[in-house]
């Protein structure tokens, strides 16, 4: 694939060639991508900016039936995106065609939300007052997303931003904007008009600070200092920030939990897409009642794992998404050996028929809350067990984590379900149930460090992509 970037309604070429490579098979290029410049930046902010008012006052059955198309596309092609994201990203050809599949299910939901948003309408304390509470579109929304959900990520900043009457300029990760390309065109096929979406490609450092000052509101996933950076950046200019950030997720096993399910939660939050996800669970604290028995079960589950090509149907674990990270993760290893948690699962590349980055997944036992560990964002196919006493020390234990996204409970009592429901400190939580796997019709987000500027995804969406107006009606009826 050769991707371009799309300003305006038209396809331009230009600067540097960004090159991506599979991670399953890294002889393999998959895209070859030009890298927008601070002018194409500029361009696509002050196209956005023009297209701006016709797209907010445009009929709403017309926005959402652009939205539909896009949604219908996504599903007819979700073959084609989701081996261009296993390819590109490294995730199972069965977890990207699931990711393909989500992002059409957004578009439909926005679809709908362009009908269904509504507003509010008061009786005044004034005589012959009435107040109507409306919702506008905040602007021009500058979208950044990461490489670890390159259809889902995009597909809810922009169908949200779209269905409430925003413009958009999207910038995805330059290590895996295939998708990204794919969507562009499919808006385009389903004629939205030109500079209501724009497309720049490569790596968003370099014009960052343009589309933060040119944009009315900047919505970002990716890691937790990048995140700041823009908080900062958009200070002078107090452009409206969204972050979604980093997790170190707990989740907590029970003695009273059901063994199977506890095994089944805890392995696929941990492990599924290779633990490349915020939500992932990367902490995973058990009293001691039923800590060998979880333990003796799980080393078996995450012991079997088929580790493999992403395209490969026998393939359950993809590879990590490239050296970076990769890297990072054997670093995480190696500390944690040295700060003395034991290994019992993983810790080594694997080889596999083609050259790739193959990490076994890895699980430590013996690690206390102090350990790095313990402490920071992974972002791999790598956890660690905690030993507790009861639930109130597993309580304890997971809120004692700067991150808070979100969190999981083992339990089959529902009073200690209900007294971890009230004292999690993340955003989302979980009972018997992995930590990740968040629906798009129901708010997604955690608190601060982990999210910042309201939640994400279904009708919470609208608190960040539009502006309130409160209205004073003087009609004269008393
Ligand atoms: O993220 P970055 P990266 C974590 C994960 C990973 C680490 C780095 O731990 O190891 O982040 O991943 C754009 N102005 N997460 O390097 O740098 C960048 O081009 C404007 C967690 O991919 O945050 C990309 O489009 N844009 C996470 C996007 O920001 C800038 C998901 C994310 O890049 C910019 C992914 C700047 N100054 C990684 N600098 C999660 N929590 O979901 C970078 N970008």
């Not at 926005?110 to 107040?131: K, M």
């Not at 990740?436 to 955690?446: C, D, T």
Request: charged share 20%; aromatic share 6%.
């Amino acid at each position: 694939m050769h991707g371009r970037n799309y300003i305006d309604g038209q396809w331009r070429n230009g600067g540097a060639r960004l090159a991506t490579t599979n991670p399953s098979d890294l002889d393999e290029i998959v895209g070859e991508y030009d890298q927008a410049s601070v002018a194409d930046a500029e361009d696509a902010i002050h196209a956005a900016r023009r297209a701006l008012p016709a797209w907010a006052a445009a009929n709403i059955q017309l926005r959402g039936d652009m939205l539909r198309k896009v949604g219908d596309a996504l599903y007819a092609r979700a073959q084609d995106v989701g081996t261009l994201l296993a390819r590109e990203e490294g995730k199972t050809l069965k977890e990207g065609i699931g990711e393909a599949v989500r992002a059409a299910q957004v578009f439909h939901y926005f679809a709908g939300e362009t009908v269904r948003h509504p507003g509010q309408w008061y009786n005044s304390l004034r005589d012959g007052h009435n107040v109507i509470v409306s919702y506008e579109p905040v602007g021009v929304v500058a979208a950044i997303t990461p490489w670890n959900f390159p259809i889902a990520i995009p597909a809810w900043k922009v169908a949200a931003a779209l269905a409430y009457g925003n413009t958009v300029v999207l910038k995805p990760s330059e290590y895996a904007p295939g998708c990204a390309v794919l969507l562009a065109e499919m808006l385009e096929q389903a004629g939205v008009p030109n500079g209501v979406f724009n497309l720049l490609l490569g790596d968003g450092r370099s014009i960052g600070q343009t589309l933060i000052d040119g944009a009315d509101a900047v919505t970002f996933t990716g890691a937790t200092p990048t995140g700041r950076r823009i908080l900062q950046m958009a200070a002078p200019t107090m452009t409206k920030v969204q972050l979604e950030l980093g997790g170190k997720n707990p989740f907590i096993v029970l003695d009273d939990a059901d063994l199977d399910v506890a095994v089944e939660a805890a392995a696929q939050g941990t492990w599924g897409q290779t633990g490349q996800r915020c939500t992932g669970s990367e902490r995973i604290i058990v009293t001691k009642g039923i800590h060998d028995a979880f333990v003796e079960r799980l080393v078996q589950t995450v012991s079997n794992y088929r580790v493999g090509h992403a395209l490969d149907p026998q393939t359950e674990i993809g590879p990590v998404a490239n050296q970076a990270q990769l890297d990072k993760n054997l670093g995480f290893i190696n500390r944690a050996r040295a700060d003395g948690a034991e290994l019992v699962a993983g810790g080594h590349v694997k080889e596999a028929r083609t050259r790739g980055h193959f990490l076994a997944p890895t699980l430590f036992l013996n690690t206390t809350n102090a350990m790095e560990l313990n402490r920071e964002e992974i972002f791999g196919p790598v956890a660690g067990i905690i030993k507790v006493e009861d639930l109130d020390e597993a309580i304890a234990v997971a809120r004692d984590c700067e991150l808070a996204l979100s969190s999981g409970i083992a339990t089959t009592s529902l009073k200690s379900a209900e007294r971890y429901r009230r004292a999690s400190n993340a955003g989302m939580m979980t009972v018997n149930a992995p930590t990740a796997g968040v629906e798009y019709h129901v708010p997604f987000g955690g608190r601060a460090p982990s999210g910042f500027g309201g939640r994400e995804q279904g009708a919470a969406s609208a608190e960040f992509f539009t502006e309130i107006k409160t209205a004073y009606i003087n009609h004269g009826v008393v």
